[in-house]
């Protein structure tokens, strides 16, 4: 099999990880990956927003499967344009269609699914241009905080949580009349607050079998004890300890059969990942939001999990043949510790070189902001650089490993939060 996969992330490491194991692999390009994928097969300068640039390096490398680890590709439609195309349409494309991706793309489109399905997700209203004169009652019939979500695509920025009634009122305004998130919240969907603990729960599906893949907790804000502004992910840890079976059962029930069951009925082709974005409140599992993709860093502990061959379950995801598939895991548990920029998620220099690869210990470096430069040397090339990823038979094994070789891995700048899995340590 030659695998194209596109992206550049830790997710995309660790798929590409996973996949170069696999015999079945021949060749693994990633577009345009990072100085992990490299070591695991070609980094492609393509741009893979440009389809027509993806479709001759297809061709010309005689892809059979394509791997979209980000959302972006999928809501612009590269699997409807690979089924379009006659010399694309037999090449698998792992990642839904575009009318399914609006899952993600699209806030309303996803909480008006939920509610036609009985979904369990937080109550809501849609606003825009049209009807926002009604905004201001409904804000006033919900408790505070206040939720506001674009209903577009906004590099996960689109969501604010405000405790005021009066500024939650001016930010909706801002969001729709200013277009403070650009396209992305000419509408804006408000929803009822929901007090939990959050988890990510993830499916691989042809479309009609799905596979439950392990649970997972990610931490967003760079400072310890959850404050300060979100991140693209500062670490994860699988499997996430409150989701014991009885809680799983619920999921499974109230939210993956339906969304499965959903997406058939409505005609909506889905060959990938579902992501769940669920919050536990009392001992109920809700519907954040769903992503139509893994998630980042969650893969990076998730995937490691998984004891099946990957490209053995794409190939039978692409050829609707995920019924006569087992997927096994190994019952470890997996932490995930983001190495970062000092400043990120503000500005931040690139261009660190970066040391002591060498020097780790029972541990995987799962890639997200890397490079090689002219000299070949690794350096620091985005804000998230690196997740140390390490497993053991506790939560808390795992953790210090992670961490350990945290330490070991150094460049100008590193920062990382200690506090991982602090709070579901009492509860595993
Ligand atoms: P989303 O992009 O929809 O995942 O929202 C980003 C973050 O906002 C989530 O991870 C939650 O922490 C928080 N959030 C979103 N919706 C709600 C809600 N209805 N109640 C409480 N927190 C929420
Ligand atoms: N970890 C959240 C995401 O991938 O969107």
Redesign the pocket.
């Known amino acids: 099999m030659n695998i194209l996969l596109i992206g550049s992330g830790g997710r995309e490491h660790s798929l590409a990880w996973k996949m170069a194991q696999s015999p079945k692999l021949t060749n693994l390009y990633t577009a345009p990956g990072n100085a992990g994928t490299m070591e695991l097969g070609e980094n492609i300068d393509i741009d893979t927003n440009n389809f027509d640039e993806v479709k001759k390096f297809v061709l010309e490398r005689s892809i059979n499967i394509v791997v979209v680890g980000p959302e972006a590709p999928l809501v612009a439609g590269i699997h409807d344009f690979f089924l379009a195309d006659e010399m694309l349409k037999d090449i698998s494309v792992i990642g839904p269609e575009k009318n399914a991706a609006m899952l993600e793309g699209s806030?309303d489109f996803a909480k008006e699914f939920m509610m036609k399905y009985t979904i369990p997700t937080?109550g809501f209203k849609t606003f825009d241009e049209i009807n926002i004169k009604e905004a201001d009652s409904y804000l006033e019939s919900l408790k505070p905080p206040y939720?506001l979500?674009a209903d577009g695509l906004a590099a996960?920025k689109?969501?604010l949580?405000i405790d005021s009634l009066n500024e939650a009122k001016a930010e909706l305004k801002d969001m729709i009349e200013n277009k403070r998130f650009g396209e992305a919240s000419k509408k804006v969907v408000i929803?009822?607050?929901?007090?939990g603990i959050?988890l990510s729960v993830f499916v691989l599906t042809d479309g009609e079998t799905y596979k439950i893949l392990p649970s997972a907790k990610d931490y967003?804000r760079i400072g310890e004890g959850d404050t300060g502004p979100?991140t693209g992910g500062m670490g994860s840890i699988s499997p996430v300890p409150f989701a014991d079976s009885s809680f799983m059962e619920k999921v499974e029930k109230r939210i993956i059969k339906p969304t499965i069951i959903g997406l058939q009925k409505e005609g909506l082709k889905y060959k990938g990942f579902i992501f769940f974005?669920l919050?536990k409140v009392g001992n109920d599992p809700f519907v954040?939001?769903y992503n139509v993709r893994m998630g980042d860093p969650e893969s990076e502990s998730v995937i490691p999990r998984i004891k099946s061959d990957m490209v053995e379950l794409f190939e039978a995801v692409g050829e609707d043949r995920l019924s006569e598939k087992s997927i096994e895991f190994n019952d470890k548990y997996v932490a995930s510790v983001f190495l970062v920029s000092g400043g990120y998620p503000g500005s931040y220099e690139k261009g660190k070189v970066m040391r002591g690869f060498d020097e780790v210990d029972d541990c995987i470096l799962f890639h997200a902001g890397t490079k090689i430069d002219a000299n070949g040397k690794i350096i620091t090339n985005g804000g998230r650089v690196l997740s140390v990823t390490a497993s053991g038979k506790t939560m808390e094994d795992a953790l210090e490993k992670a961490y350990a070789n945290s330490e070991k891995i150094n460049f100008e700048g590193k920062y990382y939060r200690k506090d991982l899995g602090k709070d579901l340590i009492a509860d595993s």
Do not use: M
């Open positions: 806030k937080a939720v979500k996960g689109g969501v949580i929803e009822e607050f929901l007090d959050e967003k979100n974005g919050i954040i939001e």
